[in-house]
């Protein structure tokens, strides 16, 4: 299986900035979309920004000129700098993942989500 595990959450100021960080492992044969959604309290989970196969990125229109989502191949490592935060950010920002991993001789399909770190901003 591939775990996600997230880091850089925490509570800012308005204006201010995170970095969230998020590192798959595990033995992957590859990975074709990897980004991050976001759950503000009493709402759906929503897409904030993701790289897709090709390495084309999506981002949310309420966040677009503020989160820069970057990748590390390498290290299958996403990274998503937040700029000029508000409180509508607050929500907790999960780490998603598909791809393929390798177990024996068979590449097996992944979908995996990270265990969600939280970003407040207060009002």
């Known amino acids: 299986q591939v775990q996600l595990v997230e880091s850089g959450g925490g509570l800012v100021q308005a204006g201010g900035s995170l970095r969230l960080s998020c590192a798959a492992s595990?033995?992957?044969?590859?990975?074709?979309?990897m980004g991050w959604y976001r759950q503000a309290p009493g709402k759906q989970r929503e897409l904030v920004a993701v790289?897709?196969?090709?390495?084309?990125?999506n981002y949310a229109d309420s966040v677009k000129g503020r989160f820069t989502i970057s990748r590390d191949n390498a290290k299958n490592t996403v990274y998503l700098p937040m700029n000029s935060l508000k409180t509508e950010d607050t929500a907790v920002y999960y780490c998603?993942?598909?791809?393929?991993?390798?177990?024996?001789?068979?590449?097996?399909?992944?979908?995996?989500w990270g265990q969600g770190t939280q970003v407040t901003v207060p009002s």
């Open positions: 595990g033995i992957i044969f590859s990975i074709n979309a």
């Open positions: 998603h993942a598909v791809g393929l991993y390798d177990r024996g001789r068979r590449l097996i399909v992944f979908a995996s």
């Open positions: 790289f897709t196969k090709g390495d084309i990125t």
